[in-house]
């Protein structure tokens, strides 16, 4: 591991049971980069991120974090990393002031003027008490008392789950503003695709606990192809095409979705003597979509139940 690698694992896993939640991960996370962890529910990335975090015990498999390994991470070295997950928790009782000023006690870094932007940008009053914020107002707060103590790394499980489009877009604000510096480093798990299109530099795709893509939001975005092919009449059935991801078929229409899109692909699609085949802009959650589903051609749900007696 060398200093510009912030993450790195190395046949990580964990069982529940029987049954694994991550298996065999190896993943590089560089320095300075934004990181997406994306993948369905129940795929791993939290039981990842908790093995990270040195909060959940590994079965097998080795981590590092900031050049120590996960199992051992002293006490100097978590006060350089930020967490903040969708559960947002935090001290009922407290007043917003009361929370800064506890949190501030175990950070040798505090920075009190980032907590009260940060607290100021959500329209949070001081005397204000846990208890009585909204959701959006507890995600400014856990927000600010993430970034107080200017994180050198910012480990990010879905916080955006149930905001409001405002406290949304303040999040997202948040996390470019924190990475205006190029030793920052963001590592996030997220279901709001348009977010990680937005902001990420590299993504990878935790599938049932397996990891299936890791590489640059761009590699990935081309990597993944959609093109229409019109017919004089009905299309016919679908080949084996290299990469087929899905296909969906309209009266005259056959709208093919693949992986690694070649001449190979080309060539075959144009066997099927279409009278036209122009590529369709495909963008980031339609490509992913289309990568974690089911292979194969599919039916529009409208169509299949327009076809029922």
Not at 9 to 18: D, I, K, M, Q, V
Not at 125 to 138: C, N, Q
Not at 240 to 267: K, N, S, W
Request: aromatic share 8%; proline share 6%.
């Amino acid at each position: 591991m060398n200093e510009e690698t912030v993450i790195r694992t190395r046949g990580l896993t964990r069982y529940f049971g029987a049954e694994p939640a991550v298996y065999d991960l190896n993943l590089e996370v560089p320095r300075g980069c934004v990181f997406a962890y994306l993948g369905r529910n129940g795929s791993g990335k939290t039981t990842t991120i908790r093995m990270l975090l040195g909060l959940l015990e590994p079965t097998r498999g080795e981590g590092n974090l900031l050049g120590y390994d996960i199992r051992n991470l002293p006490p100097e070295v978590l006060a350089r990393i930020g967490y903040l997950t969708e559960e947002h928790q935090l001290y009922s009782w407290m007043s917003v002031k009361q929370c800064g000023e506890f949190q501030s006690q175990f950070y040798s870094r505090w920075n009190e003027k980032i907590f009260r932007g940060v607290i100021g940008h959500f329209n949070l009053k001081p005397a204000a008490r846990v208890k009585d914020l909204s959701r959006g107002e507890r995600t400014g707060l856990c927000l600010g008392l993430t970034l107080a103590p200017e994180p050198e790394l910012l480990v990010l499980d879905d916080p955006a789950v149930g905001l409001d489009p405002v406290a949304h877009r303040s999040l997202i604000e948040s996390m470019i503003y924190l990475t205006r510096r190029s030793d920052r480093t963001i590592f996030f798990s997220s279901h709001q695709l348009a977010d990680v299109e937005r902001v990420a530099d590299y993504l990878a795709v935790l599938d049932r606990g397996v990891l299936r893509v890791c590489c640059s939001l761009e590699t990935f975005r081309n990597s993944v192809r959609q093109v229409r092919l019109r017919f004089p009449g009905a299309p016919p059935p679908v080949p084996i095409v290299p990469g087929l991801l899905q296909a969906f078929r309209t009266e005259d229409e056959l709208r093919v979705i693949c992986m690694h899109y070649d001449d190979a692909t080309e060539r075959a699609l144009w066997a099927l003597s279409p009278v036209q085949m122009e590529p369709v802009p495909l963008n980031l959650e339609d490509a992913f979509i289309s990568y974690l589903g089911e292979r194969g051609e599919k039916s529009f749900i409208l169509s299949e139940t327009e076809a029922q007696p």
